[in-house]
Structure formats: structure tokens, C-alpha cells
T-cell receptor
């Protein structure tokens, strides 16, 4: 595709419900990242995929959060038993296979999913 | 503690004017620094990326500077346009590779360009 796409664009849910957020990265990008952006705050790293593996899950805030990726393509971020503090914009980004040094690769962001937990 | 602080928090300027946004960081070891532009309701878009040895980098009307000694960066916007209205985010990478969790994001400066 032309860019990173995410769905849904907006999600309103009730406290305690599970939600699933989807990210479709740029075709050919093997690296995929999830971030959270709370209102008025900077981006928080959640999880990073290289292919279908997640070498870094250090940013997941609790065991209610999980993510998977299949076919080195689409990824889903699942939040179980949502809480009001989960309300935020969830951003997905992708990049080409990391070169050296890895930190210099450019990440391309999707438009985000705005999650509101009532 | 690794931190990235940006100033001002918000800024209003008239179309055609120049402006400079600041980014101070306390990150070690430093790998590189990026500036992103984030339009309302959109994901961030990369503007520049600078490594330790680079002092300045331009992207059209955007010019970023980096002083690794004082751990400061600035983003200068020349001849501002209405479309420059956005949040500008400073991001610093920790270390020399490895996890993408080592990106430290600033909270951003919200720029409004008025006609």
C-alpha cells in the first residue's frame, strides 16, 4: 500500500471490554512498532516486531496488553478488560529491515486509532 | 534519567514569519536525534535525522541544528506557511542500535500559523 494504515480510526468502548486494533504496514517493511500517545503527552513505545517476532515487549504497560503479527504483515494490538486510563491514540509505524546502525532507520507512521474507554 | 524536553509548549506566528523550536535532551549514550511533524489527526512524519557528527540538516524550509556538547537541538522554520501548523516532535535514540524501545519522544511543540 501507499502508507501505513490502521483500523478502526476511532473506537469507543465500555470499561472492561476487550478491544482489538489493527495495523497494516507498508508492503515490504519487516519492522513494525506500536506506540501510545495520551492527550498532551509524548509517544510511549509499546512493542516492536521484527518479522513475526517481538524482540522487545518492554513497553507493554500490563498483561492486559498483547500484540501479534502474522505473515510479516498485519499486526493486531489487543487490550483486554479495558480501563479508562487506556484511552489514548494508538499509533503504528513500520520501517524497512533494520540496517546498521538500526536506530537510524526511518519509521513511517499510520494515522492512529483513537480509543476512548468510558 | 533519559529525557527529552521541548520548548515552547505552543507557539503562534503569522504566515511568512520565521520561528525556532527548541529541544533539550539528557540521553546517554546518544545515537541520533530526529524531528517529526505531526498534523492534527495524523501520524508523525519524519523531517530530519542527525547523528552525533552532524551539526545541521535541512529539509526544504526546515533546518535542524544539533549541538551534541550542550545536548541541544533546534528546528528553524523559514517563511512559515499555513500548512506548517502542526505539532513538532523531537525524538532522541539511546544507544548504538538494538531495540526500538530506545527512542525517547518529547511532548512536542504545537505550532499555529495564522494568516
Amino acid at each position: 500500500g501507499a502508507g501505513v494504515s490502521q483500523s478502526p480510526s476511532n473506537k469507543v468502548t465500555e470499561k472492561g471490554k476487550d478491544v482489538e486494533l489493527r495495523c497494516d504496514p507498508i508492503s515490504g517493511h519487516t519492522a513494525l512498532y506500536w506506540y501510545r500517545q495520551r492527550l498532551g503527552q509524548g509517544l510511549e513505545f509499546l512493542i516492536y516486531f521484527q518479522g513475526n517476532s517481538a524482540p522487545d515487549k518492554s513497553g507493554l504497560p500490563s498483561d492486559r496488553f498483547s500484540a501479534e503479527r502474522t505473515g510479516e504483515s498485519v499486526s493486531t494490538l489487543t487490550i483486554q478488560r479495558t480501563q479508562q486510563e487506556d484511552s489514548a491514540v494508538y499509533l503504528c509505524a513500520s520501517s524497512l529491515a533494520p540496517g546498521q546502525p538500526r536506530n537510524q532507520e526511518t519509521q513511517y507512521f499510520g494515522p492512529g486509532t483513537r480509543l476512548l474507554v468510558l | 534519567k533519559n529525557q527529552v524536553e521541548q520548548s515552547p509548549q505552543s507557539l503562534i506566528i503569522l504566515e511568512g514569519k520565521n520561528c525556532t523550536l527548541q529541544c533539550n535532551y539528557t540521553v546517554s549514550p546518544f545515537s541520533n536525534l530526529r524531528w517529526y511533524k505531526q498534523d492534527t489527526g495524523r501520524g508523525p512524519v519524519s523531517l530530519t535525522i542527525m547523528t552525533f557528527s552532524e551539526n545541521t540538516k535541512s529539509n526544504g524550509r526546515y533546518t535542524a541544528t544539533l549541538d551534541a556538547d550542550t545536548k541541544q537541538s533546534s528546528l528553524h522554520i523559514t517563511a512559515s506557511q499555513l500548512s506548517d501548523s502542526a505539532s513538532y516532535i523531537c525524538v532522541v535514540s539511546v544507544g548504538y542500535g538494538g531495540s526500538q524501545g530506545n527512542l525517547i519522544f518529547g511532548k512536542g511543540t504545537k505550532l499555529s500559523v495564522k494568516p
